[in-house]
């Protein structure tokens, strides 16, 4: 599709989406720098440097749809076992992209994930993106390192149960009154509406883990583009695809 082709189709989907219908919150699985750049002959983390760059690209996307919160997931907990030198240049690239994001002072960066995982450089860089955005109007970023689904619900309770110690609520009282909201309350994400729409780059069709508690009712779409290779026409698709759907919410 040559550029003016492209540029008319994407006002054409944009002028069809339906305002109403969008999502408030988008997750996205960035998957599919590796394969890149192994596909393009270059190295692995040429293929980080390349996804970390379409970041901003995505979220002025998403600002200009309207969109109220975005998580990216940029690094799992299974990351973390990776080869030491691998993982030391994806950390670096993260800390850049991160900081880079921050500097726009455009968009309200948080950190998501389990911290206390991560090298104290790359912690303190998310600490330090929180702090400096933190009066920022604009779109919500939570920036997923060190992330794990099944962590993050671990983490949950166990700060619900430290919580309830402190104030001297006993383990039979708290059995008897925990609920749903209760858990919520300690996420990650607490205080955020739960996504609507997830995406995942690279073709592969599973969540992985990716916010296990929040995505309960959301809707998925999955992509075949490899992320750095991810297109606004397969945004608007994406949007497009969530707006058709008829939101059940389990029922």
């Not at 002072?105 to 955005?133: C, F, K, S, Y």
Request: net charge negative; glycine share 8%; with cysteine.
């Amino acid at each position: 599709m040559g550029e003016v082709a492209y540029d008319l189709y994407g006002h054409r989907l944009t002028a069809r989406l339906p305002t109403s219908q969008l999502p408030k919150h988008v997750g996205v699985i960035l998957d599919g720098n590796r394969r890149w750049a192994a596909e393009s002959g270059s190295t692995t983390a040429h293929g980080h440097r390349a996804g970390g760059a379409k970041i901003q690209e995505f979220l002025g996307w998403c600002s200009d749809m309207g969109i109220e919160v975005v998580t990216l997931w940029l690094l799992s907990t299974d990351n973390l076992a990776r080869e030491p030198k691998e993982l030391e240049a994806l950390l670096e690239i993260i800390e850049t992209t991160v900081a880079d994001l921050a500097a726009t002072n455009l968009w309200r960066i948080h950190p998501v994930g389990a911290l206390d995982l991560l090298p104290e450089h790359t912690a303190q860089v998310l600490r330090d993106a929180q702090i400096g955005t933190s009066d920022v109007d604009g779109l919500i970023v939570n920036v997923a390192v060190g992330y794990g689904g099944r962590r993050e619900v671990v983490d949950a309770v166990r700060s619900l149960l430290k919580e309830h110690a402190a104030s001297g609520t006993s383990l039979d009282d708290l059995a008897a009154m925990l609920d749903i909201e209760h858990i919520a309350e300690h996420l990650y994400t607490k205080g955020q509406p739960d996504p609507d729409l997830v995406i995942r780059t690279s073709g592969e069709q599973r969540l992985s883990g990716f916010l296990l508690w929040q995505s309960a009712h959301s809707e998925f779409y999955f992509c075949e583009a490899y992320w750095p290779n991810f297109r606004k026409i397969d945004f608007l698709r994406a949007l497009r695809a969530f707006a058709a759907r008829n939101r059940r919410f389990g029922t």
